[in-house]
């Protein structure tokens, strides 16, 4: 069961591993012992998250999210099969908890007078700067 910090709890059952053999450096036992973590937990179906993290969650435009709303994350840092995988579910862990907290809502402000005044300045002198370039009285 991975649990995190606001108590939302996720029960084995929902949450698929695979092991599967890591990339890169390693020396023999890179080939040999299956150490990396493909952790897989179904957002859009799962019946231990609320609602509005749920939404909140599958509106994220992460890399990591299948079309069907589908998590999938691969864990390959550590050299065991063990710290891969609490690694994978810390992760999964993280995830959820950033989806728990919703955005704050924009309030809406309007440019001071003096900071209209600053930028159209700034528009006037660049004109300035540029109306310069253009080669006149260079005879």
Not at 59 to 78: E, H
Not at 92 to 103: D, M, Q, T, Y
Not at 111 to 128: C, F, G, H, I, V
Request: no cysteine.
């Amino acid at each position: 069961m991975t649990t995190t910090p606001s108590a939302i709890e996720i029960p084995e059952a929902e949450i698929i591993e695979r092991f599967v053999r890591a990339s890169g450096p390693g020396g023999q036992n890179v080939n040999k012992v299956a150490t990396a973590v493909e952790l897989r937990f179904d957002i859009a179906n799962s019946p231990s998250l609320p609602e509005p993290v749920r939404e909140r969650l599958l509106a994220k435009r992460d890399r990591r999210l299948t079309d069907d709303g589908v998590l999938v994350l691969n864990a390959q840092r550590f050299r065991t099969q063990d710290r891969n995988r609490q690694d994978a579910r810390e992760r999964l862990a993280a995830f959820i908890e950033s989806g728990r907290k919703a955005p704050k809502k924009r309030v809406p402000t309007r440019p001071s007078r003096a900071s209209k005044a600053r930028r159209l300045d700034a528009k006037r002198e660049r004109s300035t700067i540029k109306r310069g370039r253009t080669g006149k009285g260079w005879d």
